[in-house]
């Protein structure tokens, strides 16, 4: 289902005066299914249809995925210079920086897994991914081997022989692969997100033990340790909850011997210095949406902390090229204090020239959801309905609330007398992010 028709689908649900969660449509995305989702919440007295995954027998790493007794030890050393490295997910945002950094700071081939019909295919995807953002050069063209495959297949989609030939080969692998959407359930994401993490876990123990990097997030957590895992409790989304499973499934795998990491990267955004950013990312068609309705709502204090891709993908390929590191999680996010969404969407926006009207979120969003051309408009569904109690500040259970307390102590360990810090989220930052939005024709400069 398109996420237009998902829109469309959501407001006949209202229509009928009942709330229908949007991931349901998606679980069953037929007339007939949208039908009984609409019966079973009238005789539910229009309570909300949900459907309960128990993500705790979710979270059970295959017992058959362990270390072989004929496996031969991990030689630590080694892996901090390794010549064979799997990288999924190399052609997202951060992966494409992920794979940028790997291919700058090491001298190892990088196989990278990419769905595709061919691997000339595969090539030029990556090559144009790289070019994209100003990344690609031409020296990385021998070391850049596709890997044809599919995360959401056992095996990764690749036969047996070729299963076992690639673990023979690799030494290192970092796990960025995910489905990453917010309106899916659970159900659905479970395939890419959950089952494609197992059968990378089962790759890095098959022939011979490897390390495993696994990139994971840290929305809608509480207040934790790095070393605690993220309590199912929270969560916002099908998302989230498929992140919680993969990392204990990784958890598990560590118990059973496997070098591991975790990364949790906060909320991914440009580039630090040339403001090269991902224009599909929700923060950025938040700003644009706003700024074509000439409008921002009162998010209150509402917060998330900004982080910078370059600091993400560096800080991750040096951690995990530290030995004393291993079996660590990382929260990657800066020690500044976090952006209010009021300071981004309404102070910060008018001071670059943009006359923004502060309005009730009710009112912002009933008027966005009468135009139709908005770039917000297709992600009506994320944007809750409120009844508008005049100037009442949207409050913490909406969509993009993720105020909580991070601990980031093992990063700030382990990146200790180098150069990389995370950069603070002001001014002179956000100046470079908009002058790519304007070079790029993303925004109208001002």
Known sequence: METGSAVATQSRSESFAIELPLHYLFQSPTIAGIAQAIEQARQADNQSVTTFIDLKNEAVLDPLIQTSQSSPPVQVDRLANPQAIFLTGATGFLGTYLLSELLAQTTADIYCLTRSSDVDNAQKRLQSQLESYSLWQETYRHRLLPVIGDLSKPLLGLSEPQFSELSEKLEVIYHNGAWVNHIYPYTVLKATNVLGTQEVLRLAFQTKTKQVHFVSTFFSIPAIEESDSLDKSQFVDGY????????????????????????????????????ISNLADIINLLIKGCIQLGKAPVFGEIEEYLTPVDYVSRAIVYLSQQPKQLGKSFDLIHSHAPTRWHDLLFDKLRALGYPLEQTSYATWRTELSHQTTNALYPLLSLFPQREDSGEQPATEEHAFDYRKTISFQNTLEGLADTDIVCPRFDKELLSTYFSYFWNCGFLEAR
């Not at 958890?251 to 403001?275: D, F, M, N, W």
């Open 240 to 275: 989230v909850e498929t992140k919680w499973v993969a990392e204990q499934l990784v958890k598990q795998a560590g118990e059973r011997g496997l070098p591991v990491c975790i990364y949790r990267p906060s909320r991914v955004t440009g580039h630090s210095q040339t403001g």
